[in-house]
């Protein structure tokens, strides 16, 4: 199957990185969101992501340490750096932002759910996307943590249905993780891989259903222990990623790692832990610490400031 055509439902941290990278490649990309107020948040993230293209694809005639795999050959000149700069801009301008499933679903050959990590939500999403899908339609989720087979039935194509997960800055981090379920056809599976491949990815395939993964099955305990630590006031923000980086020689510590995840799907992953309701357990404790940031609107780096301030 020829994918061109795609919809990437959410236009958060990774729905709209998803979205731009695969504008970047080529393919007609409409990105489905619940409201104007949505749309009006999602917009900054696609400026902010042109210039990063613009400016990693500059930075890579002339430093190789700019390099990232999902942008360009190892060995682009500077000629098809500045052609590829030109595919930025139409990416940039090609994109298509609505509230309307009519639309979205309109000729889709694949959408790709970014919603957040909230069971109902994502029901009812896929229970109404539904109704306007085309029957050649693939959908596949970018949940971090669920799986697959728990939403399948929602899909009304639970054999058309299944996992595909990106990491974050995916135009440098370029995996793709694919989890079928027990009900995905190999066609569908296979046509999601070359999917992840035709959009500058690197598909990792899962032989069975994981919750997490393979990247947030080892991330997720990471940053917990590292949220854990603060919540408990052992140490400081700073202080547990000073330790982290010195240790291990890591370029970041988990708090700069959960900027960029965004603290608002940090903690919607902690909540699905029952544990998270009572506020005298570790997950109470992460879950009220979250929460507080949260309001404060420090969300992590595309809100300006989680942690620590990007402004």
């Known amino acids: 199957m020829d994918i061109r055509n795609v919809v990437v439902a959410g236009g958060g941290v990774l729905g709209s990185q998803i979205a731009f990278q695969s504008a970047y490649k080529g393919c007609n990309v ?8 949505s749309i009006d948040r999602a917009k900054p993230k696609f400026e902010r992501l042109k210039g990063i293209y ?27 750096l500045d052609a590829l700069k030109a595919q930025v801009e139409a990416a940039y301008e090609g994109l298509t932002l609505t509230t309307s499933y009519e639309e979205a679903a309109a000729d889709a050959d694949l959408v790709i759910e970014c919603i957040a990590e909230d069971p109902k939500q994502k029901v009812a999403f896929y229970t109404e996307l539904a109704k306007h899908l085309p029957e050649r339609t693939i959908v596949v989720t970018n949940s971090s943590t669920m799986l697959p087979s728990a939403f399948a039935q929602y ?3 639970p054999e058309k249905y299944l996992a595909l997960h990106f990491a974050n800055e995916i135009w440098r981090n370029n995996t793709a993780e694919v989890m079928g379920h027990a009900g995905t056809d190999p066609a569908a599976y296979d046509a999601v891989v070359a999917f992840a491949e035709q959009i500058g990815m690197i598909p990792l395939k899962l ?30 923000v700073e202080t547990i990623d000073r330790t982290w980086q010195l ?24 909540m699905l832990d029952p544990r998270a309701a009572d506020p005298a357990t570790v997950q109470g404790k992460v879950a ?15 809100a300006g400031e989680g942690f620590y301030k990007y402004r």
């Open 155 to 157: 899909t009304g194509r």
């Open 207 to 236: 032989h069975k259903e994981q919750p997490g993964y393979i990247l947030n099955s080892m991330l997720v305990p990471f940053l917990s222990a590292a949220e854990a630590l603060l919540a408990n006031e052992v140490a400081d």
């Open 247 to 270: 240790a291990t020689g890591a370029p970041i510590g988990p708090f700069r790692i959960l900027d960029v995840v965004g603290l608002t799907t940090a903690y919607n992953i902690g």
């Open 30 to 37: 409409k990105v489905w969101l619940r409201s104007e107020g």
């Open 54 to 80: 613009l400016n990693t694809l500059e930075a890579m005639k002339t430093n190789p340490a700019a390099y990232c795999r999902g942008l360009a050959p190892k060995d682009a000149t500077p000629e098809q």
């Open 288 to 302: 009220a610490m979250l929460k507080r940031y949260i309001d404060e609107g420090k969300t992590g780096v595309n």
